[in-house]
């Protein structure tokens, strides 16, 4: 029968006990994040304004651990305009069109691109918390 003997050089068990702590990690990371996705959001939604009020209205959650154990946090349109329709509504015909209006897509324009940006900042916090570079 082999045998596989391997041994953790201790930088690196070092580095695996600081990760032990990453229901702290995930959400600085996620919140480093968060104003680079919501700017840029809101930048695109201002281009097809009328009101103001869908691309006003664009907010972000805190971040919070997910039921399988991941972490997130969502940034999108809240509440409603002055006649009632919701600004998540208005943000979804936008991004995908109705039958007497075509397809303007904000959000997946916007999340394309913000995305090396945001991936950027969640490293450099990740690095920051677990003391490399």
């Known amino acids: 029968m082999a045998g596989f003997n ?4 201790d930088s690196l068990t070092r580095e695996l ?10 959400p600085k990371m996620i919140e480093a994040g968060i104003p680079i996705v919501k700017d840029e959001l809101v930048r695109r939604a ?3 304004r009328r009101t103001g009020a869908m691309s006003g209205s664009i907010k972000p959650t805190q971040p ?10 969502v940034v999108r ?9 919701r ?25 394309a691109a913000v995305e090396s940006d945001v991936i950027e900042a969640m490293q450099e916090v990740f690095n920051k918390e677990v003391g490399g570079n």
């Open 46 to 48: 201002d281009a097809h």
């Open 87 to 111: 600004n998540m509504e208005k943000m979804m015909y936008m991004e995908y069109g109705t039958s007497h209006q075509p397809s303007t897509p904000v959000v997946a324009p916007a999340v």
């Open 17 to 26: 006990e600081k990760l032990a702590n990453v229901d702290e990690i995930a």
């Open 6 to 9: 391997f041994e953790i050089p």
């Open 77 to 85: 349109p809240t509440g409603r305009d002055g006649r009632g329709t």
């Open 64 to 73: 919070k651990r997910t039921r399988s154990g991941g972490h997130s946090a």
